[in-house]
């Protein structure tokens, strides 16, 4: 007999976890949720996380445990999770974060009751012993509305109806810190509905002293950020949806671009040659806090290059 197709599936990636992967399992089993798999897919680990694994995975049928031959990043683990099971719903952990009790049931039922394809809950944010609650905007129609922050960009505080999590919206391949922002974004775009709940779901730790990834300056980052933003603005290009999605595009490629001028050695002419078109643009950007706006918008008149003159 075919086994029923679950409900939920958690999509687990983990490199090198040892230390707080069995915490991240923990969280998931403790949900008590009928119908859930949890996909936990090992990219080449080197420490005990196989170990750790191997153990979970005999122990809970619930679970599938895939392991990757050697290191592929992020983008390779999590396409391998979304392909080795057929949920109705999808849904991230990253091996050192946990999920809040009864999250699965909390955005499961909303999804049923109001057939929305993504249901996006509450975060709260955990730095040693400081914890901040993070809420999603509720009057948010469309991919235009939507600031770019971890709460509202993330996949491990949204369930994703598995039908539109195809070829057309897996991660950009070899781009494996923004992962999270290629997913969502062409989630969005396919969604018919989606819902916003102020209820925490999911923990997201970050250790004392550590920038959070949509902070830092650290080149490999701002690489992996330009890329992700390359991509994304081919795709709406491709699908022919770059002017209907113009606000979010703008937006994207100043956020990327801002990393230019926050990182040491800021270098702010090389903040205006990228995306230049995007300085004439800055004050329409409304996700921006207005001083930022104004501010960037005369460094732009500034630093911006200056056109060949003729002679």
Known sequence: MKPPQPSIAVVMAVYNGAATVARAIDSVLAQ?????????????????????????????????????????????????????????????????????????????????????????GAMREIRGRRTRLVTPARSIASLNDMPLDTVHFSLCNKLIRASILTDCAMPFEGIDR??????????????????????????????????????????????DRIAMTARLSEWFLEQGLAGDYAGFLDHLKFSAKVRYARAP???????????????????????????????????????????ASRR
């Open 265 to 307: 050695g800021r270098d702010l002419r090389k903040w205006a040659s990228v995306y230049p078109e995007i300085n004439r643009r800055i004050l329409r950007l409304r996700h921006i806090p207005l001083a930022y706006r104004l501010l960037f918008y005369f460094v732009g008149l500034l630093f911006s290059p200056r056109p």
């Open 32 to 120: 008590q949720f009928d119908g859930l798999r949890l996909v936990i897919v090992d990219d080449g680990s080197t420490d005990a996380t196989p170990r750790i694994v191997g153990r979970y995975a005999e122990a809970n049928p619930e679970i599938i445990s895939l392991r990757l031959p050697a290191n592929q990043g992020k983008a390779a683990a999590l396409t391998a999770g979304f392909k080795a099971v057929q949920p109705l719903y999808f849904i991230c952990c990253d091996a050192d974060d946990i999920f809040a009790p009864g999250a699965f049931s909390t955005l499961f039922s909303i999804a049923r009751q109001t057939g929305a394809d993504i249901v996006t």
């Open 178 to 223: 923004w992962e999270d922002l290629g997913v969502v974004a062409r989630a969005v775009v396919r969604s018919q509905r989606m819902e916003f709940v102020g209820e925490p779901v999911y923990d997201y730790w970050l250790p004392p002293g550590v920038e959070s990834l949509s902070r830092s300056s650290k080149p490999l980052l701002l690489a």
